[in-house]
């Protein structure tokens, strides 16, 4: 199990309110924006950026790289280690 996927999942569901939404309901490669994914919306993609300060101390200040790492939470995980690293 990789624990930033599964906190991320579950900093996701808090950060948008998502109450009907379990963890496990989200798969890794679930496109986040995609009507057949989570189908989020632009305001949900600034509260994506929230979350990423807020819990990883990640500043998102190109709106490119945004859009990649928010396409599923395998993206969004390979952006934090990234910038980690």
Known sequence: MDTLKEDLKKQIIE???LEEIAPADIQDDTLLFNDAGLGLDSIDAL???VLL???H???VTNPDEGKNAFRSVNAMAEYIRNKRD
């Open 15 to 17: 950060q948008l309110n």
């Open 57 to 59: 101390g990640i500043q």
């Open 47 to 49: 509260e994506l950026i």
């Open 53 to 55: 300060d807020k819990y």
